[in-house]
């Protein structure tokens, strides 16, 4: 029997060569694996540079626009905003149901899915794009987000790999309720409206937590096409039994539910861009464009809480409105009234014209701001340089000769006079009634709005220069001429004020001599409720006590103006203590009427907005019975007030 012998010295080489190959084989494949793990890093460098941290959801720096409301935040008086409108809600103000409708219309598995990414869905897509060159599928709900708020629509591979890895890191630092949350803020819903919240204001006129099941189904279902569907809205309606139908089989609503909730009409409220008390609104809009600048308004998402009275500004609409059309047989085809507390300077009340800041010019054929008799967009309650205020500017130059020294008791002479020569001829004023009273109070002269004695005062008692520098402590803005430019007509209205700087400075009266300039604004709240701005004004002593008391009380006397305007005029109230003054220019193109209690003052001024003359009647006449009107209306408001004795 032959022996084989095993030769282990061969078979000892051929294992060090085989394990030779299989080191290369590993060494390969680490290297293939370490290469395609740099490739990868390489790809997602690439892909997310410059891309924003998903941390910016959880700051809220979406833009969001800022709300003008009423004093009691109850009224929405307009809405500022960009290209875009927002409304941020927080996650419990969205209803239950409108949450899982969402999910089951757009990511059925978006609480069971952990990475963000529907990895069957991407695939299909990937492949598609190899076929055609088009990416398409539908996103999860973190992909919606993350392209509605870092990128664009833009159908291409680099963009899905973009949105795939921003959406990973989304899930993976974020809460599913929170995703949900950013997510119903921020898509589009269609009409330059993003967010659930500005949505349901948009389309429906509600508070997103108000809206009934088939307006919730509504709204879900214009995410889908929020550019198409609100132009069809057939089209919209079977998408909104879809989404009802998928709530259905996702096990969210009864089939009872579901079939209710289709029976209802659902009705897309008429879009009006109107805003509420307009000229009052865009005081305070452009006051706060000047402070804060108006690309800042239209993202900050702030909330104006104003000063309005919104149940006293109906009234002042509605008593102008009807005052202008009373005043057509005047030739007065315009009116404006202010109203303010004067111990805050707050406005609470601010109109002008018909009341209604989108009526047509009257008559219609005339170009608004030049020759228009009533131009509806312009505010001549607060635009500058304004109108002459006639005798209403008396009392400040009473008020500067009383801070002299003098008293109601001092004595003038209601005789003709004349002044010297003032543009060319000599000055000699009459009276509105064409006759003389002799020696007089200065109590009576004022209460009876006598012209000779006021320009006797303002030139021997107040003084020219003292008076304008008074008036414009008190609060009128616009006499910046040289005192010589105004002469004394002055105190007949000869310089120009606005009604709003009227009322203001008469406010000082009434709050016996503390001023606070005029404001709309009470308290501002950022995007996350924090106060930002609060009116914590001061007032400052402009005018001793004993001239504020000793002119509210001239004002008030009935019985001391009554040989002038009767006993019955519209300057006078049975049941209150009321300060007025009348005022009229002497080429009748100005009537006014300023007024005021210890707790509100108000003024109307009545004419045609292209200075064209009304028909010769004293601003008793044609500014007297709106004021009068609207005072009756609001005093009961307050509690009966009477001015301190002087």
Not at 308 to 319: G, I, K, N, P
Not at 421 to 439: A, D, L, S
Not at 509 to 529: K, M, T
Not at 572 to 594: C, H, L, M, R
Request: net charge neutral.
């Amino acid at each position: 029997m032959a022996i084989k012998f095993i030769n282990f010295k061969k078979q000892r080489a051929g294992g060090r060569k085989f394990a030779q190959i299989l080191g290369k084989i590993l060494a390969a494949g680490i290297v293939l694996v370490l290469a395609g793990a740099v490739l990868a890093g390489m790809v997602f460098i690439y892909y997310t540079r410059d891309l924003p941290r998903p941390e910016k959801f959880s700051e809220k720096t979406t833009i969001q626009s800022t709300k003008i409301y009423d004093r009691t935040k109850t009224f929405l008086l307009y809405e500022i905003y960009g290209e875009e409108k927002r409304n941020w809600v927080t996650f419990s103000e969205i209803p239950e149901p409108m949450k899982k409708m969402a999910v089951a219309a757009e990511d059925k598995n978006f609480y069971k899915n952990n990475i963000g990414i529907d990895i069957e869905g991407i695939t299909r897509s990937f492949l598609n794009y190899f076929k055609t060159g088009k990416i398409t599928g539908g996103s999860t709900i973190p992909q919606q987000l993350i392209r509605s708020t870092f990128l664009t629509n833009e159908k291409t591979a680099e963009r899905k790999i973009r949105e795939i890895i921003m959406a990973i890191e989304l899930t993976r630092r974020y809460s599913k309720d929170e995703v949900l949350e950013w997510y119903l803020n921020q898509v589009p819903f269609g009409q330059n409206t993003y967010g659930v919240g500005a949505a349901s204001i948009n389309y429906f006129k509600k508070r997103v937590n108000e809206l009934d099941l088939a307006q919730q189904a509504t709204l879900i279902s214009l995410i889908q096409s929020p550019s198409y569907y609100p132009n069809h809205f057939d089209e919209l309606m079977n998408r909104k039994n879809y989404v009802l139908n998928r709530m259905v089989e996702d096990g969210y609503l009864t089939p009872e539910e579901s079939e209710d909730a289709k029976k209802i009409e659902v009705k897309f409220e008429e879009k009006k861009t109107e805003m509420k008390a307009p000229y009052f609104t865009l005081w305070v809009k452009q006051s706060m464009e000047q402070e804060y600048g108006k690309q800042y308004l239209e993202e900050a998402g702030l909330t104006v809480i104003t000063s309005l009275d919104w149940e006293m500004q109906q009234t002042a609409e509605a008593t102008v409105r009807d005052g202008v059309r009373a005043n057509y047989a005047n030739y007065a085809h315009n009116a404006a009234l202010v109203a303010l507390d004067p111990k805050t300077g707050q406005v609470l009340a601010m109109t002008v014209g018909s009341g209604n800041y989108y009526d047509d010019p009257y008559p219609k054929g005339c170009n608004p701001g030049i020759d228009c008799l009533f131009d509806p967009q312009y505010n001549v309650a607060t635009m500058a340089p304004g109108r002459q205020p006639g005798s209403s500017f008396k009392p400040f130059v009473y008020a500067t000769a009383f801070e002299k020294g003098y008293s109601d008791t001092s004595i003038v002479n209601d005789t003709p006079t004349c002044f010297g020569k003032w543009g060319g001829e000599n000055y000699c004023p009459r009276n509105y009634t064409g006759t003389f009273q002799g020696p007089v109070t200065l109590r009576k002269a004022l209460a009876g709005s006598l012209n000779v004695p006021a320009v006797q005062v303002l030139n021997s008692m107040a003084g020219l220069s003292d008076s304008i520098a008074k008036a414009k402590e008190m609060g009128i803005s616009t006499l910046n001429n040289p005192s010589s430019f105004y002469g004394l007509a002055l105190v007949l209205g000869g310089g120009e004020t606005t009604l709003i700087d009227m009322v203001s400075a008469y406010g000082v009266f009434a709050a016996q001599g503390q001023r606070i300039p005029a404001n709309g604004i009470v308290d501002i709240l950022d995007s996350n409720g924090f106060s930002i701005y609060k009116n914590n004004q001061s007032p400052q002593k402009v005018l001793s006590r004993r001239s504020a008391n000793l002119i509210s009380s001239i004002l008030s006397d009935n019985n001391a103006r009554a040989y002038i305007f009767g006993a019955n005029s519209p300057l006078y109230f049975p049941n209150y203590e009321v300060a007025v003054k009348t005022g009229t220019t002497s080429d009748y193109k100005d009537g006014w009427i300023i007024g005021y209690t210890p707790s509100v003052a108000a003024g109307v001024w009545a004419g045609n907005n292209n200075n064209e003359a009304i028909k010769k009647e004293p601003g008793s006449v044609v500014a007297g019975p709106i004021f009068h009107s609207f005072m009756e209306k609001i005093l009961p408001k307050y509690p009966k007030e009477y001015f301190p004795a002087p």
